[in-house]
Structures are given as C-alpha cells and as structure tokens.
C-alpha cells in the first residue's frame, strides 16, 4: 500500500502563484511515477502533470503548460506542483496519485486539496 497526504491548496487572486506538496509513505520504493490531477465542480477528473521517479521524466496537460511546474524529492519521498499565473478556470480540487509501473495505471490516491483562484 501507498498513503499520500497532499497539502498546500488555497485561495489565492487570479495571477498568484501556490505550491503544493504530496508526500508519499508505505510501499513508496515500488512507486514508478507520480500524478496531479484535478477535479472542477461537475467536471471530470482530468490529468494535470506527471513525473517519474527515476528520471525525472515529466508531462504536463495543455492548459498548464508554462505555467505549472513538477517536481520531485526522492530523499523527502515528496512531490511538488508549482502552480504560477494562476486562472480562475483552475479552480479545483487537486489530487496527487501513485502509477506502480510503467505498465500499470495510477491506483493510489490522495483525498485532495482545494484550490481556488477568484477573479
């Protein structure tokens, strides 16, 4: 098993800039990669970025790219996404997940933290 606790969501003025943090614990050392997703009221769950483990290897949806950013700490087992020139159209609920291998989908989720971003 894989826990991931995320944290860092908020409310912040359109233009401004958050960071937020998953930590990983358990079986981490059987992780391939990480995933932030996010979930807008009445939306479906959409991918947002991605990073491998080794690697560092990243991919970033279309409506963030340049401005959101992926990182990781192998030592902290902890992932991070910068989120700058923030929209109010990336209001959400932000998740992090668990991809177990290359072959396999992300089965381990995060409960989410609220982002909202007024106008």
Do not use: H
Not at 12 to 35: D, E, K, N
Not at 42 to 58: D, L, P, Y
Not at 62 to 87: C, E, H, P, W
Request: hydrophobic fraction near 35%; aromatic fraction near 12%; proline fraction near 3%.
């Amino acid at each position: 098993q894989v826990q991931l606790v995320e944290s860092g969501g908020g409310l912040v003025q359109a233009g401004g800039s958050l960071r937020l943090s998953c930590v990983t614990s358990g079986r981490t050392f059987s992780s391939y990669a990480m995933g932030w997703f996010r979930q807008a009221p009445g939306k479906e769950r959409e991918f947002v970025a991605s990073i491998t483990w080794s690697g560092g290897i990243t991919a970033y949806a279309d409506s963030v790219k340049g401005r959101f950013t992926i990182s990781r700490d192998n030592a902290k087992n902890t992932v991070y996404l910068q989120m700058n020139s923030l929209k109010p159209e990336d209001t959400a609920v932000y998740y992090c997940a668990s991809r177990p291998g290359i072959d396999r989908g992300y089965a381990y989720w995060g409960q989410g933290t609220q982002v909202t971003v007024s106008s």
